[in-house]
């Protein structure tokens, strides 16, 4: 499995429709931007107000070589553009350039203009260190909240990463460190890391199977556009100690959700839908969680016991399979097993 086959397929929760409205794009050609149909920040911020995307700021200057590097390697790569093109609002700045630059409300100058190597106050404000490493590229959630600063040359590898972790909000719960750890695991390596947890690739067997066994269920929700979803069911399935508490109090399987199949649930029978929609079994038990990656967690007699939206690192899963594994919920809140268990996240 290789990350570059999902880049261009359609984010369904994610969707992005940006018709009737016209963005302004910076010539690449004149400015060596690569592939990637770069905006002005101030556009940016318009935008979003309209279509929520995240922001990929790249942080510049004229003299710098791996800032020229990542315009060959990176920003003129198809598959890397095409994504960024696609899913984000990119911005490119030269950080000792001469603009005014409206953000927030708040304008920003060079202080020197006329001074060879002054760093604009809008670099300094965004990337806020007292030594700035140029390039520095700056990825931020679609409301603004979040805010990762990578300082220096990154590679496809990394990028590749980088963009999953903030376009599928990976932020919430994991660090980036060990996500793209997980990432390069899931996508990269050759042979592909080996299960170590007995796993239905079909829902209907593992409800048959958690009936027979009189196991509670575990159903995790993927998609085939969902990249964090691969790297989590990688990076959980693939340890020794998980797999070994899942064996023995749970059924595992994984459900696609945009699967055609028809599901067959207890006295409940779940049909795939339309086309390209959502199956109705993902959404019924998603609730208002309609997101990915999603965890369900059944009983013995398929009785939901929680969803689990979001990227769920190891040491939160483990204590989730422990709380409802060992029936902890049946006499605690969560948050009192955390505080009994001194679980640290």
Known sequence: MHFLRFLFLSVLLLSYCTANSQINVIDNKTNDGGLVNWINISEAEEQMKLVRKPVIIHFYTDWCGFCKKMNRDIFANPSIAGYINQHYYPVRINAQGNDTITFQGNTYTNPQPD??????????EMIN????????????????????????????????????????????????ERFDTAFQKTFRADP??????????????????????????IIIADANWCNSCKVMITNLLTDSIIGNYLEKH???????????????????IFSP????????????????????????????????????????????????????????????????????EEIKF
């Open 192 to 217: 592909p890391p080996e299960k170590m947890v007995t796993f239905y690739d079909n829902i209907n067997l593992a409800v048959a199977a958690a009936k027979a066994q009189q196991k509670k269920l």
């Open 115 to 124: 001074k060879q190597g002054t760093t604009h106050t809008f670099a300094k």
């Open 273 to 340: 839908g339309k086309a390209k929609k959502l199956h109705s079994f993902f959404v019924t038990y998603a609730g208002k969680s309609i997101t990915l990656p999603n965890i369900f967690v059944f009983d013995e007699n398929l009785q939901l016991l929680s969803p689990m939206p979001a990227y769920q690192t190891k040491k939160l899963f483990m204590a989730a399979m422990r709380y409802f594994g060992e029936n902890y919920y049946a006499r605690m809140t969560w948050q009192d097993f955390i505080e009994q």
């Open 250 to 268: 749970f059924i595992a399987t994984v459900f696609t959700t945009d699967s055609r199949d028809t599901v067959y649930f207890g006295d409940t």
């Open 129 to 176: 260190t007292d030594k700035i490493t140029y390039p520095t590229t700056i990825f931020i959630n679609n409301n603004f909240q979040f805010k990762l600063v990578v300082p220096g040359n990154i590679d496809l590898t990394m990028m590749e990463s980088l963009l999953v972790f903030t376009l599928e909000n990976v932020y919430f719960t994991e660090k980036f």
